[in-house]
Nanobody
Framework: QVQLVESGGGLVQPGGSLRLSCAAS????????MTWYRQAPGKQRELVAS???????KYAESVEGRFTISRDNAEKTVYLQMNSLKPEDTAVYYC???????WGQGTQVTVSS
């Protein structure tokens, strides 16, 4: 089994930047797609970004051009660089193996003045 630990969240002002990390432990293969999700209070958890083993990336329209997902297979870590943050980006962010893996504890991102 793979265990995932998200970190790097915090409080930032609109227009600011933040870099999230997702560290994996246990058994994991570099061939798997990795994903980032987020969930705001009262809302459905939504897919934010994904990255394949070949480093092909996909993004939700709401974050396209502002967020960048990347991976370091040697370190078994996935990153989410978040730029030009908006208040609507406020949520708990989670990473996942593919679209059906288990969740980590999540990391809170709050964008507010």
């Amino acid at each position: 089994q793979v265990q995932l630990v998200e970190s790097g969240g915090g409080l930032v002002q609109p227009g600011g930047s933040l870099r999230l990390s997702c560290a994996a432990s246990g058994t994991i293969d570099s061939i798997y797609r990795m994903t980032w999700y987020r969930q705001a209070p009262g809302k459905q958890r939504e897919l934010v970004a994904s990255i394949t083993s070949g480093a092909d990336t996909k993004y939700a329209e709401s974050v396209e051009g502002r967020f960048t997902i990347s991976r370091d297979n040697a370190e078994k870590t996935v990153y989410l660089q978040m730029n030009s943050l908006k208040p609507e980006d406020t949520a708990v962010y989670y990473c996942r193996v593919g679209y059906s893996g288990t969740w980590g504890q999540g990391t809170q991102v709050t964008v507010s003045s």
